[in-house]
């Protein structure tokens, strides 16, 4: 297994899938989670934007709101707007409050991503510590935020995470794990220590949805990939998670419902051809976020919807021997 910094999973971002036994915090008919908006402001407009068109609809931002945002004015205006709704904290908030020693990005990379990757985003994080060290207030703010999120929607328990059911940057949740027997037998376990029967992740950067068999109640994954960068090939937008007792109502790219509730994915349709110069006086060419996510943000990720979607049985290999 690769180690050094950006590979780690620090101990602090531990808790351990019972620690979502807690009892909710939040409870809402509509809740809509977002992590990854990457620090793309254009992303967040629209957003907010998405949100306020279901009057009455919560917000929650699962981590990662910031990441390309070294202009200390998009900065600014990202951390304060989030801090403004309810959020957790991503591995990237928690290194910008609480830097860990050999932690890096405290992106806990597995073996999948390669070490020019890990080293780019160790770099990004320093340069964007740069800028957060402008704003001590916001900044200490951030590391007070919780690492996850218990809520209700019309009776049914969803934990809202960054990483995977035990871990702030844990990958258990990655569309990569999802797609063996030994990781979908990791997140039913993380399901049956849990009790949620909704759990709506984000940081591993592709979208899942994902039916979670075998455990007794009817229970899903959901895990939004981006809300501030593309997720699909040619489709540049970003992904939200919508949890409802109402219909998405044209809103969504697809979903399925859990005990009656509406869970789907929504397009966080920004406006690319703004976003892109700006992306660029940040991290021009040469740069580091440049090189990592340019092409992404300009032509989306080779990852298609079909990939994201695993609703039946086919997709648990283990159950189709
Ligand atoms: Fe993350």
Known sequence: MAEGPGRACPVSYRYGAEALRAEPSLAADTLYVAGGLYGNPLALDALLDLVASEPGARLVFNGDFNWFDVNPEDFRRIN????????????????LAQPGKDAGCGCGYPDWVGDAEV???????????????????????????????????AGVKVGIVHGDGGSLAGWAFSQEALATA???AAARAAFGSSGVSIMASS???????????????????????????????????????????????????????????????????????????????????????????????????????????????????????
């Open 80 to 95: 304060e707007t989030v801090l403004a709704h309810l959020a957790t904290r991503g591995n990237v908030e928690t290194e």
């Open 119 to 153: 080293m780019r985003s160790n770099r990004i994080q320093e340069r964007l510590r740069e800028t957060a060290q402008q704003f001590p207030e916001l900044t200490a703010r951030l590391g007070a935020l919780p690492m996850f999120i218990v809520a209700r929607v």
């Open 203 to 321: 940081h591993t950067c592709l979208p899942v949805l994902q039916r979670i068999a075998d455990v007794p109640r009817e229970a899903v994954l959901i895990n939004n990939g981006a809300a501030g960068m593309p997720n699909f090939r040619g489709a540049l937008h970003g992904i939200a998670t919508r949890i409802s007792v109402h219909p998405p109502e044209g809103r969504a790219l697809y979903g399925t419902t859990v005990q009656g509730v509406h869970v789907d994915a929504v397009s966080v349709v920004y406006d690319a051809e703004a976003w892109k110069p700006r992306f660029l006086e940040q991290w021009p060419a040469g740069s580091d976020a440049h090189m990592s996510y340019f092409n992404r943000i300009t032509q989306g990720p080779t990852y298609t919807m079909g990939d994201a979607v695993r609703l039946g049985r086919q997709a648990e290999p283990e159950l189709a021997l």
């Open 182 to 184: 030994e990781g979908l």
